[in-house]
């Protein structure tokens, strides 16, 4: 029979890379018995012997407290493999010890591998293996798993270490614990069916911890119950002695062994501040954390508002120019130009779905930005931050995390309220979460404030965010007053990963998942939508005009906005198409955009360019996508309030025109005004329908409407008062 | 009594609370915080919390969060804060 290999290891030590370098391609997959958590288990030969080797999952320790850590501690101790393989991640020796030193108390045969020690050199960590070796009587070995490095040696120090007893550790924990873990120990020999299952000084160890699978499985042998008695009288008997209870006193005993072993293998105990923290100190503190968290947002807004506008020009060029020409060419090929299908795929398809496409240069700067604030760290610093400011004002902690989430999409968002405690918290959350601004709506954002606020553009979009974290916070802290009473906060610990570069690979990664995320959206939602849409704008419901041949005013579409308007107009934008297009963007946020240039689009009947040459067509693209990249370059320093050349593009777009013709008619030549209130409620207003889907899974049918029915108020309000209060201060 | 210190310091925390906070509450290293937390989650005291069980069955499929239901590790829009949050386990109390 094969002797049988556990490879143990903290969460991200390198285990699984080693265990793939170990077994190579002979793998199997399965789930440990019981559990869903999957089994990895696979063979490597070395010397005519071969080994069956098995992959526990990751855990810090063996006191089982997860159920990954209950498989392991389960596996070893039922199993008791031949060898243990150990991984230890060099850049952090304290963490893996623990777990070192654990299986090493237990009595099994051990290899560590000493992995990622590149890391650790780069960090300055000057690791002696043969300290570790004395001290634990095992073989150490440095690996690189990730390159394969160090595996051949690994797979000899196995072979080796079969010719080798087992030699368990002692750690001294003390005149206190090791009395009672003599007299412990004493019991368990003294009961056979006990003494058998692993090592007495083990057993007793694990029982004095509190380990719960130990207990349930002594519960059920012969004299077991005589044991776990004896163990809670040795618990109580230590923290009467010491005054701490006897997990703790354990965990501080074996915390200083661990230290100073460490502190021998690396000549320096090393908890010396590093940069990363003295940014953290910086980035999290109390009175700059906050103010540079609005600085890094506006950076981001204004890099992808400012620095993206001659891609988003370029976008909308192709797709009204060459594109729209292209496909009546193809129309009339088939037969089918100047008719009723031309129309819907011109003012329906082209127009809906094209006018969202011109928003991706948009949303691929933002991802870009958030991929790059996610992958240094800073994410969860400005997660911090927020949660200090809000739980000043009741709002429960942990709710940061959904909110921080929403400014990607409101849906996940809701989910990832699932990770607050009580269910007060989670519904409190839930109802602020949908305030946080999510990227749908930015196109929206961009549309407007390029038509009535050219030369602010990035800092209303900037305000449209801050805005929807002060209503959330508003409401919360309302509703924390009110409905929903302040329970007492659960202590929990943040750990932050550290400030680093960005890894350019996961950046691309990101950005290419959330663009083509949002490109699907177009080529799936949009493009459903749109074609909904150009079909109720083509029904007549009044007048005289046929199916595709009748005034957009007469369309069922038509007429429904019309109904809805009366609702709006003391908001400034109370005109038909307006209305319009914030109803179809319950389906979407982007479907409000889309809309907008359907509904202009078939009121303007703009006729498409006269067809020029494919290959001119393709050479025209080309160059303009030259021109767009040059432009972005010399839009960088605008970034920083640098404007070397004037970049501002005097003439608007034909939807550009339309929506600034709209607006200002809808508010009697207040557009500014009116396009700010619009933003205000797009912002506010039920996010889409599918956040209003997941906040009924989550909450129930009730708080789904009180949310719908809140959010439409608010919005309502919110618009109201920036058009009214606006218009009665002068700014009109 | 160095973990002792810190899990009390834990414990008398209103709400989430990060390692630099910690590490100034009781005027010690960030570094060594991490070493002190690894050690508690090692011991049990500490775990990674675990977020309330999915109530939805039936959700559509993953890769866009617009008319779909996809769960928060099913969504690329998902912002990975990349926080792990360490509760207080009461092991045998």
Known sequence: ?732 | MRLTSLLNAIEESSGPVTGIDLALRLGIAPGEVAAMLDALRASGHLAPEIAAPEPMSNCGSAGSCSMTCPGPGECSLVIDLNVTGLEIRGLSR
Not at chain 1, 288 to 313: E, H, K, S
Not at chain 1, 541 to 566: C, I, N, Q, R, Y
Request: hydrophobic share 50%; proline share 4%.
């Open chain 1, 1 to 732: 029979m094969s002797p049988v290999v556990a490879v143990a290891g903290c969460p991200n030590a390198g285990k699984t890379s080693l265990f793939n370098q170990l077994t190579g391609a002979k793998q199997k997959v399965g789930n440990w018995p019981g559990q869903t958590v999957e089994q990895y288990s696979g063979k490597f030969s070395i010397d005519d012997t071969s080994f069956e080797v098995v992959d526990l999952p990751g855990t810090y320790g063996l006191v089982a407290v997860s159920a990954e850590e209950a498989i392991a501690a389960t596996y070893l101790a039922e199993e008791q493999p031949d060898v243990v393989v150990t991984v230890v991640d060099s850049s952090n020796l304290t963490g893996s010890l623990h777990l070192v030193a654990q299986i090493a108390e237990a009595g099994h045969r051990q290899v560590v591998a000493l992995n990622m020690v590149d890391v650790a050199e780069r960090r300055g960590i000057d690791i002696d293996e043969s300290v570790l070796e004395d001290w634990l009587g095992v073989e150490v070995v440095r690996t690189l798993a990730r390159r394969g490095q160090g595996i051949e040696e690994l797979k000899q120090a196995i072979a080796r270490s079969l010719d080798r007893p087992a030699q368990p550790l002692v750690i001294d924990y003390g005149p206190v614990v090791e009395r009672h873990i003599g007299g412990l120990v004493e019991s368990i020999v003294a009961t056979s069916e006990v003494a058998g299952l692993t090592l007495p000084r083990w057993t007793a160890l694990q029982l004095l911890a509190g380990d719960t699978v130990l207990r349930g499985k002594l519960a059920g042998v012969p004299g077991g119950r005589h044991i776990l008695a004896a163990a809670a009288a040795d618990r109580d008997g230590v923290a009467a002695e010491t005054s701490v209870e006897c997990e703790m006193e354990l965990a501080e005993h074996r915390f200083s062994w661990i230290t100073e072993l460490v502190n021998e293998m690396t000549g320096t105990y090393t908890v010396a501040t590093i940069w990363s923290d003295r940014v953290d100190r910086v980035l999290t503190h109390r009175y700059l954390g906050i103010p540079v968290f609005l600085v890094v947002m506006w950076v981001v807004l204004r890099v992808t508002a400012d620095v993206t506008a001659p891609y988003l020009d370029w976008v909308d060029a192709v797709i009204s120019g060459p594109v729209s020409r292209w496909t009546v060419s193809l129309l009339a090929l088939v037969g089918l130009d100047d008719g009723w299908v031309e129309s819907l795929f011109v003012d329906g398809v082209l127009a809906g779905v094209g006018g969202v496409l011109v928003f991706v240069p948009v949303l691929f700067a933002l991802y870009l930005m958030l991929a790059l604030l996610e992958d240094t760290g800073y994410m969860s610093r400005a997660a911090a931050v927020m949660d200090r400011a809000m739980r000043a004002v009741g709002i429960p902690g942990k709710a940061f995390l959904p909110m921080m989430v929403g400014f990607g999409c409101t849906v996940p968002a809701i989910y990832a309220t699932r990770m607050l405690d009580s269910s007060r918290d989670r519904l409190l959350t839930g109802l602020i979460t949908p305030f946080m601004s999510c990227g749908a709506r930015l196109p929206v954002y961009v549309l407007l404030a390029t038509v009535f606020f050219a030369d602010t553009k990035s800092m209303v979009v900037f305000a449209m965010y801050v805005l929807g974290i002060a209503v959330a916070v508003l409401i919360g802290f309302l509703l924390s007053r009110t409905a929903l009473h302040e329970e007492d906060p659960s202590p929990f610990v943040m750990v932050m990963p550290e400030f680093r570069m960005p890894n350019l690979r996961t950046v691309w990664i990101l950005v290419r998942q959330r663009t083509g995320s949002f490109i699907k959206g177009a080529g799936t939602t949009i493009l459903v939508a749109s074609i909904v849409v150009w079909f109720l704008l083509a029904i007549p419901l009044t007048g005289d005009g046929g199916f595709a041949d009748t005034d957009v005013e007469d369309s069922a579409f038509g007429l429904v906005s019309k109904g809805v308007a009366p609702a709006l107009d003391p908001l400034g934008f109370g005109e038909w198409e307006q209305s319009g297009s914030l109803l179809s963007g319950f389906v979407a946020k982007e479907v409000v955009v889309s809309t907008m240039a359907q509904l202009y689009a078939v009121e303007a009947t703009a006729e498409v360019e006269a067809a020029s040459g494919f290959v001119e067509d393709l050479a025209e693209i080309g160059s303009s996508f030259v021109q767009a990249g040059a432009d972005t370059l010399r839009a960088i320093p605008r970034v920083i309030g640098l404007d070397f050349v004037d970049l501002t593009d005097e003439t608007d777009t034909a939807l550009q025109t339309a929506v600034r013709t709209s607006f200002d008619e809808s508010s009697g030549g207040s557009g500014q005004l009116a396009a700010l209130g619009f933003m205000v409620f797009v912002l506010l207003y039920t996010p889409c329908v599918a956040a209003v889907g997941a906040f009924r899974q989550e909450f129930g049918t009730k708080w789904m409407w009180i949310s719908v029915t809140g959010q439409f108020v608010v919005a309502w309000f919110g618009a109201f008062l920036v058009y009214q209060g606006g218009s009665l201060l002068g700014f009109g």
